[in-house]
């Protein structure tokens, strides 16, 4: 046995693909469409729902046996927002800019469906141990979707990969932009993201039969 | 042995395998197929999918050939090779080879990789899902050339049709089952794709866009982009409707946009209803905005002012309203399917259209938009008129029993 159990590995990787909290629970939507047309946006908000997420369901867990089950709600909202308003400092504090084209978003972790989520779903009735890697399989399972479409929006809206210009300069001519190529600007707007994650969904459940839902 | 009879033999040998649909699409396309229904009673008509699309595609031929004379025609007249037409319909300025040639070069590609790209597909996924090959394509690969700037880039038409064709019907289970129009699905991608093809005084005439910024530099504004910016039109009425502007390949000319949509209610394959009420609804907005005009509200510093003192009427000839009233918003899969419904869904069609067209700048045209929009509400427009006739009829039904 390695460090561990059978039980506590399926906590990381269910989460990752066949109980995803975006392609299958279909929550954190808002988020996955407004922060993802940068890839750089899209690994720092992952990592914030990481760090948020992990340590958030290990606090709740711990307390779960003393919140009163009928203020739990604001007792979470508590802890999460605490939690956030930390990760916010730091950005702001060491990362100026990206805080900024993040913008209200680090804020809104707070109403993150995912994170209330776990903490209503899972922490509040387990030991801490399995909460914390419920929480880091939730969000890493939020992060990969998320880098997943921050990637294909930024190769093809911007040329860019993490702001290096892999395609080629746009403005110069070189790489494939010589031969004619340009620039997807759907790919910056919106409701292209919903779209992506769209086909993320379908090709998911073409490889998994059982997520189809029966109608 | 003749070729139906071959036809037949092949097709039997094919049966099962995985070519069968692919095969039979081609099959059935020219030939009526061999087989007979079994048991019970059932109704015959001629006019099965592939007619109906066929019908639709034969209303649209005049348009895209005057769409290649008029690609010609706007691309010499730019570079003031001939003159202007003098002489009407028939002028013949407009009716020469050379012009024809310039179309033809231009907008044979065109069509050629709308139909390529998007019946592959339709092929891939008829194999992949082992269903028979929808003919629901046909229609819409013609009306994709036609929307679309002569100059556009082969490979973007070819990636917004492939967008178009899997993200706005096959995801949803195929031709009948989409929500949206997919030509227009197509367009609207290539517009928020690449607004610098799809927009603008360049892209409407041939060799515009290569000769930007050199000593040959030649523009043409489309109608609608001069009343944004509240410039002079220099169109006469006349070449509006009988379609001598700049604008998107086949939708210029509305007197053959009108005779196609007079063929497509004589064949009963296009609604009157749709199209009647589109137009009504276009009035309708414009009737309001040259009152507006009228009443002082605004005056001629506005941004708006070019647009909204547009006399009512030419709303009906300039841009892509009349192409997009005639042939999609009557679309039957995507428009409304009830009567009652089909008069309010073409009514806001029309009004939305023109409100977008004066409000929006930056999408002079709102045709598309306010097409695409009603067809995500034709259902709930549907909805509300079936239970509307429902909840009448239980009324009935409760007088006729008290």
């Known amino acids: ?215 | 042995m003749s070729l139906k009879r071959r036809l037949h033999i092949l097709k039997r040998k094919y049966r099962g395998s995985k070519m069968a649909p692919a095969f039979n699409a081609i099959h059935t396309f020219l030939f009526l197929p061999d087989e007979t229904t079994h048991g019970g009673t059932h109704i015959k008509a001629a006019d099965d999918l592939k007619r109906t699309m066929n019908t639709v595609i034969m209303a649209m031929v005049p348009c895209l050939i005057f769409g290649m004379f008029n690609a010609g025609y706007q691309h010499y007249l730019a570079l003031g090779d001939i003159e202007a037409v003098s002489a009407g319909f028939l002028s013949s300025e407009f009716w020469t080879l050379d012009n024809f040639l310039v179309g033809l070069i231009k907008i044979l590609p065109l069509v050629v990789v709308s139909y390529g790209v998007g019946l592959g597909i339709e092929f891939l996924f008829a194999i992949i899902k082992k269903h028979e090959v929808e003919e629901g394509y046909l229609v819409t690969g013609m009306l994709v050339p036609l929307i679309v700037p002569v100059d556009i880039p082969l490979w973007m038409l070819a990636v917004a049709v492939a967008f178009g064709v899997v993200i706005g019907k096959e995801v949803f289970g195929g031709t009948g089952m989409n929500i949206l129009n997919p030509a227009l699905t197509i367009r609207a991608f290539l517009f928020f794709a690449y607004p610098t093809w799809m927009s603008g005084d360049k892209v409407w005439v041939h060799g515009a866009v290569e000769r930007a910024g050199t000593p040959d530099a030649i523009s043409g504004e489309t109608i609608l982009g001069s009343l944004a910016q509240n410039n002079e039109v220099s169109y006469s009425v006349m070449d509006m409707f009988l379609g001598f502007i700049p604008g998107s390949v086949g939708e210029t000319s509305a007197l053959l946009i009108l005779i196609g949509g007079l063929f497509l209610i004589f064949t009963k394959i296009g609604s009157w209803r749709i199209m009647l009420s589109s137009v009504l609804g276009a009035i309708a907005m414009g009737l309001i905005f040259n009152w507006v005009v009228d009443a002082g509200v605004i005056g001629s510093g506005s941004k708006f002012y070019g647009l909204m003192n547009t006399v009512w009427w030419h709303h009906l000839l300039i841009g892509g309203f009349a192409f997009g009233t005639v042939f999609m918003a009557t679309d039957p899969v995507t428009a409304s399917q009830t009567n009652k419904g089909k008069w309010i869904y073409g009514f806001l069609v029309g009004f939305i259209s023109i409100m977008i067209r004066v409000f929006n700048p930056a999408y002079p045209e709102g045709v598309m938009l306010a097409i695409l929009l009603m067809n995500v509400f034709a259902p709930t427009i549907d909805h509300y008129v079936v239970q509307g006739n429902v909840k009448k009829r239980m009324k009935r039904l409760k007088a006729k029993t008290a």
């Open chain 1, 1 to 215: 046995m390695g460090l561990l159990s059978k039980k506590d590995t399926k906590l990381i990787t269910d989460p990752l693909a066949d109980n995803n909290p975006i392609t299958i629970q279909v929550l954190g939507i808002c988020s996955a469409l407004a922060i993802t047309a940068e890839l750089k946006a899209s690994i720092v908000m992952s990592i914030s729902v990481l760090f948020v997420l992990g340590v958030g369901n290990v606090v709740v867990s711990l307390m779960r046996n003393i919140i009163p089950s009928k203020i739990r709600i604001i007792v979470q909202l508590v802890v999460v927002a605490a939690l956030v308003i930390i990760v916010d400092q730091v950005l702001k504090a060491f990362a100026y800019e990206l805080s900024k084209t993040l913008s209200v978003f680090v804020g809104l972790i707070i109403t993150n469906c995912i994170i209330m989520g776990r903490f209503e779903a899972f922490a509040l009735g387990n030991g801490p141990w399995r909460s914390f890697l419920d929480g880091i399989g939730n969000a890493a399972g939020y992060g990969a979707i998320l880098i997943i479409v921050g990637f294909f929006r930024e190769l093809l809206g911007s040329g860019t990969l993490l702001g290096f210009k892999v395609l080629g300069d746009p403005i110069e001519k070189t790489g494939l932009y010589a031969i004619g190529y340009e620039n997807n600007g759907f790919m910056l707007l919106s409701p292209m993201a919903l779209i992506v994650v769209g086909v993320i969904i379908w090709v998911q459940r073409t490889r998994n039969k059982a997520l189809v839902e029966d109608h």
